[in-house]
């Protein structure tokens, strides 16, 4: 569930010396590869045939974030110790400090904590200083990774999202694998069924269409019984957060790219071109036209609450967002709320960005065969097919998981959701590129869409924006 609830000012504030620390060559190359040693790794120590028991009696310190994921980690890891005779301390705080609590943690060198969730984006910050553990060695080693793991499970495009070469604006997959895949969300249309019903609407196929739905809703609804039911719900606060969701995936959609990267790897913003001065234009008016009313206030939150609520008649954000307010008896807007991949490029594109959850290892722990263990086990299938089945740790991230009849039982209920998750899955991707700046310039991105919201010509806005980042990325 990504509950980025909260501006990441004093996450930039803390991150910010990172971008100038020298990057490090990456170790390996990820996933890839045969049994070849790590070249200095911790991982090499690691002989014989694989052993859950190996470092029995030790004890891994982890970080989590307050979230269902960990919630279903948490009540397995009896099953963790049972297994491996590894006990696992951990701490739990909300995400409005977390990322200050982790980042302070890493930063200071002392490894108070071995293992801890990150988000993707996390590895653009934390990578480059050489704070987190490159897995791949570990991966690779079949004495400290038993077959059962199955790498080749994973959505290649999930495990690729945490493997970067630490090089600004190259692309990921290549390089050091930096964290694990552990749950992701997509970013796809829900809507209120009773509402399209009553009002004769169907889900939007391009992004005119959903243009035109959103206010077609807003002027409607009430009409039908819906009192202050505006159409479409998508985040509008001063955070990076507004930008990744379903601002990103259709822009995404439409071809267009938040940089280009030159010859020589220098970054150049995009955000200003013609085609994307348009796009941003259109977002800003659609939400004039059938957002809600205090838009330039909205996160994660808002825009979840109000759906269930039946405040909006669509929501263009997670699939988790409408799945906790879609779940039996958890909002008036239960058993009324339907999934769709959401408008296509001009060209059929369906072209989505995700946010990722995943695991990453402190580079500076002292335990790290047992914390390798114990990422295994928490990104391995018999732990998330249970964590999908009984808990709510939807949006598999691994094939055989997405397929399995239990869980596909478990979500049948929802309409829409395993066609709109099969749908997209493949082509849903970190469509950001690469690069310490993604915080502060996505949070300066969603000034300058407020901005055009509020009445400022969106050429002048955007041509400000890149103006300001070109310094800071090239």
Partial sequence: MDRHVHDRRRFLALTAATAAAPLLSACGAGFGGSDKKGGGSAADDVTGSFDWKRAKG???????????????????LKSFTAKTGIKV??????????????????SSGRASYDVFMLGAYMVWQYGPPGWLEDLGPWMRNSSATGDEWDREDFFPNLIQSDQWSLKAGAPL?????????WGWETNVVAYNTEVFRKLGLKPAETFDELRELAGTIKRKAPGAGYDGMYGIA??????????HPGFMTMYARNGLHDFTVSGGGKLKPAMNTPEAVAFTRDWAGMVKQGGPPSWTSYSWYQCSSDLGAKKAGMLFDA????????????SPASGKIAFHPGPKGPDGSLATNMWIWSLGMNAKSKKKDASWLFLQWATGKEHLRKAAITNNHIDPVRKSISQDGAYKDKMRHLPGFIETFETVVDQT????????QFFDATTSWAAALQEIYGGKNAKSALDALAADLAPKVG
Avoid at 58 to 76: C, Q, S
Avoid at 429 to 436: D, G, L, V
């Fill in 319 to 330: 699939d988790t967002a409408a799945y906790f307010q879609a779940v039996q008896g958890a």
């Fill in 89 to 106: 301390e951990y701490d739990v705080f909300p995400e409005d400090n977390y990322f200050d609590k982790l980042t302070v943690d890493l």
């Fill in 173 to 181: 997959g290549q390089g050091g694998q930096y964290a694990l895949p």
């Fill in 234 to 243: 998508v985040r509008g606060s001063r955070s990076w957060a507004t930008i």
């Fill in 58 to 76: 030790t004890t891994v310190k982890a970080l989590l974030n307050k979230h269902p994921y960990a919630d279903a980690l948490i009540a397995d």
């Fill in 429 to 436: 991707k970190i469509q950001f590129t690469p690069q310490a």
